[in-house]
């Protein structure tokens, strides 16, 4: 599965196509590109797609997204590849 996950800007390095920052999703931080986003700043709400934050979204759609995807499980299982190897084996076994 491959979800466009919102998390909030923490930390921002570099600036231009080599801007990076340090995005917390609920909890779960990770590094990400912000080269598609150069306008977005520290404590902003982006989506974050394979590792590249693709647009800047308002505090309140990000947060009812987050809860909407930790309802279904679905932020451990996207950013944790621990946690995806067991979903897709579940899956392949039948398991709910």
Do not use: N, W
């Not at 995807?69 to 899956?91: F, R």
């Amino acid at each position: 599965m491959c979800l466009g996950i919102p998390g909030r800007i923490i930390e921002i390095t570099g600036e231009g196509v080599t801007m990076t920052g340090k995005v917390d999703f609920d909890g779960i931080v990770k590094e990400v590109s912000l080269a598609y986003v150069p306008e977005i700043s520290i404590g902003d709400y982006t989506i974050v797609h394979v590792g590249f934050a693709i647009t800047q979204l308002d505090e309140k759609a990000a947060l009812d997204t987050l809860a909407l995807l930790q309802e279904m499980e679905a932020v451990e299982v996207e950013l944790d590849p621990d946690a995806a190897l067991a979903a897709e084996e579940a899956i392949a076994k039948g398991d709910e």
